[in-house]
């Protein structure tokens, strides 16, 4: 099983910008923080990226492979194993997120 995602958990984007988790998760607390549902907020900040000579940054995550076995207030949660496309603003895809680093003591499916 890997390990869930919490809002103390690294992730960056594919060219450097780091991911801030902001979740509405009340009940699943770990002792790194909530655990992370797909329908969270998760900002991207710092992201270098250049289209030619027009910066084109990643500004958002969209989860499309979330743990869909576990739940947290009726919402899949994530984990190192669920997929996350970064996105810039005009909701162009340019690339899966980086996670890093997470919290090794509580998993789910």
Same mark, same amino acid.
């Given at each position: ?20 988790? /902001? ?7 770990? @002792? ?26 990643? /500004? ?20 190192? @194993?669920? /997929? ?26």
């Amino acid at each position: 099983m890997a390990a869930l995602l919490t809002n103390s958990s690294l992730m960056m984007c594919p060219h450097g910008g780091m991911v801030s988790a /902001v979740s509405a998760n009340t009940r699943v607390q770990t @002792a790194a923080g909530p655990a992370l549902r797909s329908s969270d907020t998760f900002l991207i900040v710092g992201c270098p990226f250049i289209v030619g000579l027009v910066p084109h940054p990643c /500004v958002s995550v969209n989860w499309v492979m979330p743990n869909v076995k576990s739940q947290v207030m009726s919402d899949f949660t994530l984990s190192e @194993a669920s /997929v996350g496309l970064c996105v810039a603003a005009d909701q162009a895809v340019q690339g899966a997120v980086l996670i890093t680093f997470t919290q090794p003591r509580v998993a789910g499916l």
